[in-house]
């Protein structure tokens, strides 16, 4: 190791030495001062705890007399003392805690807190400070301090304050808050005009309804502080009588007195309804309440509906209805003359008695009872009745009772109409008297037809034999006119018997009491295929499938089977063609038979259904066939009608019920 090497570690050791010493001389320095200090510190909470043990008897006093919480902190925040009041608003059992107050402060309000105790501690006090904080019984509540520094020979040792739980209180105020929103938006929107006055006639609130009955151009708040007197003055011509108007108004506020429902009429037919009430506290006047509505509509529809009562109540008194109003012990209360002139008693010998005692024929009266109970039940019914009228005349009545029901709902009566029905009842019995003669004379029609058709028939068949017999004996002995003329003689015969047969069908649908049974039509119509003789030049086609109805199911062949044979008696067209269909309707089927035959000219479609009526003279036609299909139609509900254009052919339409 060389010399200058040695020589630079002896003057680092010398650099190292020298550090120390300065080090050791600031340290012992610290040490001093931080061991004053601590004893400053120390004498400071000795003289603090001095302080209030010394001022403790002063401050018992207090803490006993005071109702509101109050308590001790040092300028650290933790609570030193506290009274009864805060030990229970900050959620304590006792005093002796070890606790900073600043640990309740709600986070949101921590930077209001610190500037606030910066302030106390500046100011030396504050009052009127909110904070929210959460109790030690974990329950947030809102409060009010006022708070001050306690001061050692005018150095803050500690601070002192009053605490009150305004939590209730705040929420009163919101809620009073809100419920004066609601109020003030009711008023500003309620139907009726609306203006409060003070003392002196300043407008403290009004509404959008007064402006605009009064015509005013402004907004109700613009209003505000405004002088009533001068307004309702200025806005007098408003109304049909501006003098009386005003000078009923200052009468009005003279008298002190309540006012309700006055009218008043404007210049442009509008009807007001003013009320009025002072407010007075005491004995002093503090101020008035108008209300104004229109009721113009209301009024108007009043004398209608009196002109209308009026109306109906002339018209109850002499309509040929008697009208009757007894209480619950069936006592007559009100008759109208028709009630009068039905029972041949006057008004006044009507009133207050029972009606069963006088009008029911024995045999009723039980049902009279009956009925007045059930109208105590509150039932409602229709029912007919025999009366003996005052002179001993018996009529019959169809009686419509119903309970009358009071303001409170409840049943205090009944009222019945009453309605004379003797003559339908007396006609009545002679229909019942016809039908029963018209059944007879049917059934005996019926019997009639039956042999008049066998007597008819034997001739006929007789006569028949007879040609068929002088035919034969002298066959090739007449001549060709004689042989035209037997002919002529059978084709009428056979006329004459289709005649016959079809007068005996037409007579006979509707008399046989056969239940009806499901018939499926579209069997039927199959089946009919099979049984007529059908031209080689004619297609007859099912477009739908034809429904299950209820009838009875000959006469329904019969229809479809004259339909059918009428189509194809009257098709000439090389290609003839006959469609069969059904619609489903709500109630009913509608079945078509539509053929492409020679048609029906427009002025025999509504008389081709008649007897007898055939439009081509055949000697298979009797004239008898679509009679009988309506007839059948008739009996089964329904209807039958046609579309047809000559040349183009024919639609027959009819229904059969579901």
């Known amino acids: 190791m060389s010399q200058d090497t040695i020589d630079m570690l002896k003057r680092a050791l010398l650099r190292e030495k020298e550090a120390r010493k300065v080090a050791e001389s600031i340290l012992e320095k610290k040490a001093a001062e931080l061991y004053e200090a601590n004893r400053r510190l120390e004498k400071s909470y000795t003289e603090l705890e001095l302080l209030l043990t010394q001022k403790d008897s002063q401050l018992q006093g207090v803490f006993e007399n005071i109702v509101d919480a109050y308590l001790i902190m040092d300028l650290e925040g933790n609570i030193l003392k506290m009274n009864d009041a805060a030990l229970t608003l900050l959620g304590f059992e006792d005093d002796k805690i070890d606790f900073n107050l600043m640990s309740m402060v709600s986070p949101t309000d921590l930077e209001h807190v610190s500037k606030s105790f910066k302030m106390l501690l500046t100011k030396g006090s504050i009052t009127n400070f909110e904070l929210k904080i959460t109790t030690n019984a974990n329950i947030e509540k809102l409060i009010h301090v006022n708070a001050s520094v306690i001061y050692d020979n005018n150095i803050p040792v500690a601070s002192q304050g009053i605490i009150r739980d305004i939590t209730k209180e705040k929420e009163d105020e919101e809620k009073l808050i809100e419920s004066e929103n609601r109020l003030s938006t009711l008023i500003l929107n309620l139907d009726k005009a609306v203006i409060l006055e003070d003392e002196n006639r300043k407008i403290i609130v009004t509404n959008k309804k007064f402006t605009q009955l009064f015509n005013i151009k402004v907004k109700p708040d613009e209003l505000i502080g405004k002088d009533c007197k001068t307004l309702i003055e200025n806005n007098s011509m408003l109304f049909e009588d501006s003098k009386k108007f005003l000078n009923r108004t200052h009468d009005i506020i003279q008298e002190k007195k309540v006012v309700l429902a006055e009218e008043l009429e404007m ?66 209360l009100m008759v109208n003359h028709s009630f009068e002139e039905m029972t041949g008693y006057s008004f006044n010998e009507l009133i207050g008695i029972k009606g069963k005692d006088i009008l029911p024929v024995a045999e009723d009266k039980v049902l009279m009872d009956e009925k007045v109970i059930e109208r105590k039940q509150g039932r409602t019914d229709l029912y007919e009745l025999k009366i003996k009228k005052k002179d001993g005349e018996i009529r019959y009545w169809l009686v419509s009772g119903a309970p009358n029901y009071g303001i409170d709902g409840k049943v205090i009566g009944s009222i019945g109409i009453n309605f004379d029905i003797t003559n339908i009842k007396n006609l009545e019995k002679q229909k019942e008297s016809l039908l029963n003669e018209l059944a007879k004379s049917n059934n005996e029609l019926q019997e009639y037809a039956h042999i008049v058709s066998h007597d008819l028939k034997s001739p006929l068949r007789s006569i028949n034999a007879l040609v068929s017999w002088i035919k034969e004996d002298n066959n090739g002995k007449l001549d060709h006119a004689t042989n035209q003329n037997l002919n002529l003689i059978e084709s009428t015969l056979e006329k004459m018997e289709l005649l016959i047969t079809d007068i005996l069908d037409y007579s006979s649908i509707g008399s046989d009491e056969v239940e009806k049974t499901e018939v499926n039509t579209n069997d039927l119509v199959i089946d009919l295929k099979q049984m007529l003789f059908i031209p080689n030049h004619i297609t007859i086609n099912i477009l739908n499938t034809l429904p299950v109805v209820l009838g009875h199911k000959t006469k329904l062949q019969q229809v479809f089977q004259n339909l059918i044979s009428n189509a194809i008696k009257f098709i000439e067209k090389d290609n003839g063609i006959i469609n069969i269909n059904v619609t489903e309707q709500t109630n009913y089927y509608q079945f078509s038979v539509q053929d492409n035959g020679i048609g029906i000219e427009k002025q025999y479609h509504d008389k081709i259904f008649k007897v007898f009526l055939s439009l081509n003279k055949r000697k298979d036609s009797s004239g008898i066939g679509l009679s009988i299909v309506q007839k059948i139609v008739e009996l089964h509900n329904g209807t039958i009608w046609l579309e047809s254009q000559p040349s183009i052919g024919t639609t027959f339409f009819f229904t059969i019920k579901k």
């Not at 113009?296 to 040929?320: A, D, H």
């Open 267 to 332: 210049v442009d037919g509008k009807i007001l309804e003013r009320s009025y009430m002072p407010i007075i506290i005491g004995e002093k006047t503090k101020g008035y309440f108008w209300t104004f509505k229109d009721v113009t509509l209301s009024r108007t529809y009043s004398k209608r509906l009196e002109v209308q009562k009026q109306k109906y109540y002339n018209i109850i008194s002499n309509m040929n209805l008697g009208l009757v109003e007894v209480d619950l012990e069936d006592r007559i």
